[in-house]
């Protein structure tokens, strides 16, 4: 089936920095979601993205569906202590039914 | 505000046992799903159900079945508890649209 290709794998950042990490997949998608995962948590849904192009922003996080429709990227700007957590990238699609497809999750560290 | 609820945050069982994962949401959604959470490997999809009484294979069905008796819960099991099976478990439900609601979670530690 269909694959992501989320990186990177994990981020050890400074409080302040900003981040980007990115999600690739072998064919295209209509729909990119990005979720994060607070520990202990399940995941929450942060963006949406309906449009090839389309830039969207939700406090000091923007996110972007590639113009290939086949990528999208997350950044955060002045990241900080509650950044922490796993942020998965998702394409939702049609499949025999509506799914969402997962990437393996960018780990992120934030040192205050 | 909007709630899935999972019966247990933590469970201990041992080999062989069979285990009842509960999933309960209030948004009246048609969809519901549940996930395995594996380091590296992200959320894969284990079973999925549209409506009351349906279910559907996700991408990684085997030793595990569901069932959805009533359209706010959607229970799945674990027929004979293998430690493979040792891993985060995420129930989510879904309306209309594309946006997956997750419950908290269980950590299963099969023993």
């Known amino acids: 089936g269909q694959q992501l290709n989320q990186s990177p794998q994990s981020m050890f950042i400074q409080e302040g920095e900003d981040v980007s990490m990115n999600c690739t997949s072998s064919s295209i998608f209509n729909t990119w979601l990005w979720y994060k995962q607070d520990p202990g948590e399940g995941p929450v849904l942060l963006i949406a993205?309906?449009?090839?192009?389309e830039l969207t922003s939700n406090g000091r996080l923007t996110a972007q569906f590639g113009i290939t429709r086949k990528d999208s990227f997350l950044n955060i700007s002045a990241s900080i202590p509650s950044d922490v957590g796993i942020y998965f990238c998702a394409g939702f699609e049609w499949a025999g039914g509506f799914k969402t497809i997962f990437g393996a999750g960018t780990r992120l560290f934030v040192k205050a | 505000d909007v709630k899935v609820t999972q019966s247990s945050r933590y469970l201990v069982k041992r080999t062989g046992e069979k285990v009842f994962l509960e999933c309960v949401q209030d948004m009246d959604h048609e969809n519901m799903f549940w996930y395995r959470q594996d380091p590296g490997l992200g959320l894969r999809l284990i079973y999925f159900s549209y409506d009351v009484k349906m279910k559907e294979k996700g991408d990684i069905p085997e030793g595990y079945s569901v069932s959805r008796e009533k359209k706010e819960r959607f229970s799945l099991i674990l027929e004979s508890a293998s430690t493979n099976q040792t891993s985060m478990y995420l129930c989510a439900s879904r309306g209309t649209n594309e946006k997956l609601f997750f419950g908290s979670g269980t950590q299963l530690s099969v023993l």
């Open positions: 993205l309906y449009k090839a192009g």
